[in-house]
DNA sequence: GCCGAACCGTAACGTACGGTACGGCGGGTC
DNA sequence: GACCCGCCGTACCGTACGTTACGGTTCGGC
């Protein structure tokens, strides 16, 4: 089946299916890609033919495991008005550190994986999802901040994206890609507090407008 | 089979081998994971009997593939003397758009989704090995050079390697990720060479010494 | 010319897994 | 109570693929 390609994915979901798209969730952490229909139905407590009826085949439980996952960490669009620099370095250093611990958990890993390991073969369907609810979804919520901050002369900067790319990269940093190939690698909380104040600053010490 | 774990991973290869070993790895790059042990035999023209006296199993092809790549990449270390600012800043500008040629290139982006895709069960063999041949060589290579500039008065900074993950943070950005999940994402060598000089005015203005 | 080793091509085996079919059951409706 | 419907559990089917086995061919050494 073709997973319709609605923007939101927990919709219409009864109570039943969500759980049954938790344990698969589950699993998927637990046993990446090689998680099998059989394992699902077991962990969920449902039977096979349950699943194909709802999802359609394999892959349209993938995808609305990941849709599921992704319509659970929806956040409120930031109020900005009111921006002064202390209030705009801690928003920076809110988002710097909200995006390093979800890149550095362990659900993120796996769908990642997961999402990494098909975009080669299969119509790229969950990566996608994947890039439009983690990297794309950032973008959107910061670069409004970011230009309101240039609206009252904190930022400088021609190209919001350009902005944003860099600010991305001085907080990712290596972080991803050496968790994805399965560098041990724990982030603490304080670790994440200190480069998410480590990335603003630089990314201050870049974009300040009227230094 | 357990691959041996030498660090080397051209050494005692016959010609042939080496043949072979092409052969799968233009295989991984239009398959993927999904790469069959028929379809490297009959790519290769050779049995799967051979295939299985040389490389064990299946991982021990992948890995000895793996391998085989990275000692095509090996590089020659650079010339640190005689450093000043221009030199520096053509160096950096060469290990930038080096980087951001290799992760955009079809063979990275196919040995990287294979080894995420293996990092989560196996014994994060691949991983190891890719992240071996990548950001850490790319941290040995590029240290040097950035401890020569310290000493010179050229740089500024406490610890090396927080340097260098800054120098990779604005370098990268969200290249890698981008395409591993599919992207559509072209670099052409102009862009490549904006964005590696872009992340050295970067990196300068913020650990550059005596400003 | 003969022998053994290495290798090619292919057939065969075993298994794992995606997908389907079916019997049973509990719960809602009349 | 009779009926229906959605779901559970499980057995089953077909296939793909890793792995092994085997007959035939080439080639270097004697």
Same mark, same amino acid.
């Given at each position: 089946m073709q997973a319709s390609l609605e923007i939101d994915g927990g919709g219409e979901l009864t109570e039943r299916q969500k759980d049954v798209l938790n344990a698969a969730l589950r699993l998927l952490v637990e046993e990446g890609d090689r998680l099998t229909m059989t394992a699902v139905a077991r962990r969920a407590s449902c039977s096979k033919e349950t699943l194909y009826k709802w999802f359609g085949d394999r892959d349209g439980l993938l995808i609305a495991t990941v849709q599921w996952q992704a319509s659970k960490v929806r956040v409120a669009p930031v109020d $900005?008005? $009111?921006?002064d620099l202390p209030s705009l370095t801690a928003s920076l250093e809110g988002f710097a550190s909200d995006w390093l611990s979800v890149i550095s958990s362990e659900t993120s890993i796996a769908l990642n994986r997961v999402a990494i390991a098909r975009a080669g073969s299969d119509g790229h369907g969950l990566g996608a999802i994947v890039l439009d609810n983690g990297r794309i979804a950032l973008a959107r919520r910061l670069k409004p901040v970011l230009e309101a901050a240039r609206g009252k002369g904190l930022l400088a900067f021609d190209d919001a994206e350009t902005a944003f790319r860099s600010f991305f990269g001085l907080v990712a940093r290596d972080v991803q890609i050496r968790l994805l190939l399965g560098d041990r690698l724990k982030l603490t909380e304080a670790e994440i507090g200190r480069d998410a104040a480590l990335a603003t600053r630089q990314f201050l010490a870049l974009y300040g407008g009227e230094r």
């Open positions: $900005r008005a $009111r921006i």
